[in-house]
């Protein structure tokens, strides 16, 4: 693969963990209000709140993931679990599309023709996109390249990252943010309550399911007029587990040149 093709690692999802774990773990939290339309969660706090969606979060065994960003055109669309298998998709907008499939150490990817035509020069792109014209390549995470891009697949990762971590007595105190519950709305059909944590330069909101286990279900992020904005469903659903057929796949070793992947 060119050395290009590593933009297609999931950065965001670190983004996602992050904004969990800013939210989740903001500080101080704003009174109940004691609304009816919020189940019961009406007489919890924000900060309550936001413990039963970490909580839940950290429970799950599968979800689906998927990303966006107003200062950036990569988007994540991937169910995953803690096995490590995942199926989806990554997007860089016009620089293209690569489906994801991973089953325990397997890799399967399917590039588009836009990916190939951003990532090869001239006739080579074009030929890339016409020989590997829906057809999968195949791999181990023994390859280094996929065994980074595969660490999106890694639900387990993902939820410790965003565990809350033993308080660093030597580290400077910072001062303490408050989280404010706003009013129930509708997100994908499931009523949500939104919890926001607000700074100077700020805000981003955690979406918690109002019926049934408190799931995030949607978190947000604003910050100097860029917004980012992760939606998480499809909890504890399988995998799907359907793997390309060998006959419409290449082995990835077809691109590898000097030890570096090339095409």
């Known amino acids: 693969m060119p050395r290009k093709c590593r933009t297609f690692t999931a950065l ?8 969990v774990a800013a939210v989740c773990a903001a500080g101080p939290a704003a009174p109940a ?32 993931l998927r990303t966006e960003s107003s200062a950036d055109a990569t988007k994540l669309d991937l169910t995953l679990d803690r096995a490590g298998n995942c199926a989806g998709n990554i ?16 890799v399967w990817l399917k590039p588009d023709a836009a990916f190939w035509k951003s990532q090869l020069p001239g006739d080579e792109g074009t030929t890339a996109a016409r020989t590997y014209q829906d057809r999968y390549l195949h791999g181990t995470t023994d390859d280094d390249f996929l065994k980074g891009l595969a660490t999106a697949c890694d639900l387990t990762a993902f939820q410790k990252s965003v565990a809350p971590q033993p308080a660093d007595p030597q580290a400077p105190s910072t001062p303490s943010v408050t989280l404010t519950k706003g009013r129930p709305t509708t997100q994908e059909g499931t009523r ?28 947000t992020t604003e910050v100097d007029g860029e917004t980012g904005t992760v939606l998480l469903s499809n909890y504890d659903r399988p995998v799907p ?14 691109l590898e040149g000097g030890g570096e992947h090339s095409v």
């Open 12 to 19: 965001t999802c670190g983004a996602a963990a992050a904004t």
């Open 91 to 106: 997007s860089k907008g016009p620089l293209g599309r690569v489906d994801l499939i991973k089953r325990g150490k397997d």
């Open 241 to 254: 587990s359907h793997t390309p057929d060998p006959a419409k796949t290449a082995d990835i070793s077809v």
């Open 192 to 219: 949500v309550l939104p919890v926001a944590k607000k700074t100077k330069d700020a805000t981003q909101t955690v979406y918690v399911a109002i019926e049934g286990t408190h799931y995030p279900r949607k978190l």
């Open 33 to 64: 209000d004691g609304s009816g339309d919020e189940g019961d969660l009406a007489h919890e706090s924000a900060q309550q709140v936001s413990d039963d969606a970490l909580h839940a979060l950290l429970g799950a065994k599968s979800l689906r």
